[in-house]
């Protein structure tokens, strides 16, 4: 069963740090680029983050360069985003999702990040 | 990287057709073919319905299709179903390894 699932949500104060973890199952994981796509509650989906297969390209969007880290351990089948320096607006379900023929072909449930001081 | 535009409702009776619309920009609906569109009920993580602009992946019933040109990409629900009745998002590549995404589109089913 294909399948990503997220974790590692929680409430923390702005300014503060967290770590997402994305674990992956019944797919190449390796061979396979990846994403992070959040909603920010009662809005729209907003493409995050962007790694390659191999680790060998990151992209961002711009609300969030230069304070989130997208990275990814092969060996263990998972996918990590670093948020630091976070804002009230980073607010949000975020997503894990693969990526298949340029598309986001398989998502997760999703993990609730809420910045509340 | 601004959002691309769809409008916010779009409505049908059961067995109808609605169309939604997704418009970009030449960076990006007008200048790659991949544009994708995600069905998402309440409270439901987003389904994929449509890649490189008119391609359904399996499962996906032939009611939906979707279409493209110049900067504004179409999807079209054919005989519209209760079950339809949903958020709808199109998403495109925007270069460089970097997406973008529409508002989003309620359907709703009278």
């Known amino acids: 069963q294909v399948q990503v699932v997220e974790s590692g949500g929680g409430v923390v104060q702005p300014g503060g740090s967290l770590r997402l973890s994305c674990a992956a199952s019944g797919f190449s994981f390796m061979g396979s680029d990846m994403f992070w796509v959040r909603q920010a509650p009662g809005k729209g989906l907003e493409w995050v983050a962007f790694?390659?297969?191999?680790?060998?390209?990151?992209r961002y969007a711009d609300s969030v360069k230069g304070r989130l880290t997208i990275s990814r351990d092969n060996s263990k089948n998972t996918l990590h985003l670093q948020m630091n320096s976070l804002r009230t607006e980073d607010t949000a379900l975020y997503y894990c999702?693969?990526?298949?023929?340029?598309?986001?072909?398989?998502w997760g449930q999703g993990t609730l990040v809420t910045v509340s001081s | 990287q601004s959002a691309l535009t769809q409008p916010r409702s779009v409505s049908g009776s059961p067995g109808q057709s609605v169309t939604i619309s997704c418009t970009g920009t030449s960076s990006d609906v007008g200048g790659y073919n991949f544009v994708s569109w995600y069905q998402q009920h309440p409270d439901k993580a987003p389904k994929l319905v449509i890649y490189?602009?008119?391609n359904r992946p399996s499962g996906v019933p032939d009611r939906f299709s979707g279409s493209k040109s110049g900067n504004t990409a179409s999807l079209t629900i054919s005989g519209l179903q209760a079950e339809d009745e949903a958020d709808y998002y199109c998403c495109s590549h925007a270069g460089s390894y970097t997406w973008v995404f529409g508002g989003g589109t309620k359907v709703t089913v009278l």
């Open positions: 490189y602009v008119d």
């Open positions: 790694i390659r297969f191999d680790g060998s390209n990151e």
């Open positions: 999702a693969k990526s298949g023929d340029w598309a986001f072909d398989v």
